[in-house]
């Protein structure tokens, strides 16, 4: 499955300067370039939030998420579609889907600022409500509809919900 989810564009003015991303497995955080973008997907790797054009360039993925932001400066972020300016700041992307346990379904999600945390059914549906997630969307009945590309887990017996490490 993925193992990095992109959270933000940076950029130095009008130039791109890489691409922040969360780390699935260490759940740590890194950026990288569009050139090492480029080589993770043509070795196979999955990296949510972004795509490779025919053309050779690195594009948001638009079947993934259509709010990723792009930080321009000091805590300024701005959507990457220039045509979609809604004044949100905030940008959350799933990560994971922790099916089962006696909390039911819970969701991980990151944000562009750095934070992770476990949301269940009915506040993803509230962030959904609201702002664009990566990773998930609301059908026509409301329900919540996952990404191909989102890891999936058990939870461990007798799981209530919660997550060590988790905010």
């Known amino acids: ?24 497995q260490s759940r740590d955080f890194t950026w990288y370039s569009d050139k090492q973008i480029k080589s ?3 070795a ?7 795509t490779v054009t025919e053309g050779g360039e690195v594009v948001m993925d638009e079947t993934f998420t259509t709010g990723l932001l792009a930080k ?16 949100v700041s905030k940008y959350f992307a799933v990560t994971r889907v922790i099916k089962g346990g006696k909390a039911g379904d819970r969701y991980e999600l990151v944000s562009n600022r750095f934070k992770l945390e476990v949301v269940d059914a009915d506040r993803l549906k509230a962030l959904l409500s609201l702002i664009c997630v990566g990773g998930a969307r609301l059908d026509e009945k409301g ?6 590309g989102v890891e999936m887990s058990e939870a461990p017996e007798g799981s209530t919900g919660a997550r060590e490490g988790a905010v």
């Open 1 to 24: 499955m993925c193992k990095a989810t992109v959270i933000f564009e940076e950029k130095l003015g009008k130039r791109r300067e890489g691409w922040a991303v969360y780390l699935n």
């Open 40 to 42: 993770k997907i043509a």
């Open 44 to 50: 196979g790797e999955r990296i949510n939030g972004v």
């Open 72 to 87: 321009t400066g000091l805590a300024t972020f701005m959507p990457i579609k220039e045509d979609e300016d809604s004044g």
């Open 143 to 148: 329900r919540v509809v996952i990404h191909e």
